[in-house]
């Protein structure tokens, strides 16, 4: 694949967070039936799980601020870890909650076109 792993790692950061933020069950693309989901200790496997459980977060509105994107090669050719540590807020809270999410992406090619899935994606909220 032609473009950077620190291309790829940025350009798939802003949109998963934007998809996030906007409508979380556009992120179904992004994951896989072999995909998992740990979030805050609790672990989803496949999309429709990991979609369902993200959809069942108790808020309306989120937004996220990215401070940190710390992009890996992975354990085969293409393959990125990316570190992403940030705050969010929810609703109408006014103090953001700092969080960390890992994200292990796995290159496919669809209609010949190369694109990223999330095979390991880790959320956990920062305390302290």
């Known amino acids: 694949m032609a473009t950077s792993l620190e291309e790829v790692a940025t350009m798939f950061v802003q949109y998963y967070y934007n998809q996030f933020?906007?409508?979380?069950?556009?992120?179904a693309t992004l994951?896989?039936?072999?995909?998992m989901?740990?979030?805050?200790s609790s672990s989803f496997k496949g999309t429709a799980s990991v979609i369902d459980k993200l959809q069942s977060l108790p808020f309306q509105q989120i937004k996220h601020?990215?401070?940190?994107?710390?992009?890996?090669?992975?354990?085969?050719?293409?393959h990125i870890l990316v570190?992403?540590?940030?705050?969010?807020?929810?609703?109408?809270?006014q103090r953001p909650m700092s969080y960390a999410q890992?994200?292990?992406l796995v290159p496919e090619n669809i209609n010949g076109?190369?694109?990223?899935?999330?095979?390991?994606d880790v959320f956990k909220l920062v305390y302290g």
């Open 31 to 35: 994951y896989r039936e072999n995909s």
């Open 21 to 27: 933020d906007a409508d979380r069950s556009g992120l």
């Open 83 to 93: 570190l992403v540590t940030g705050q969010l807020l929810v609703d109408e809270e």
């Open 37 to 40: 989901l740990t979030f805050e």
């Open 65 to 78: 601020q990215v401070a940190t994107m710390d992009p890996q090669p992975g354990v085969a050719p293409d």
């Open 113 to 120: 076109q190369p694109q990223y899935y999330v095979h390991n």
């Open 102 to 104: 890992s994200f292990y």
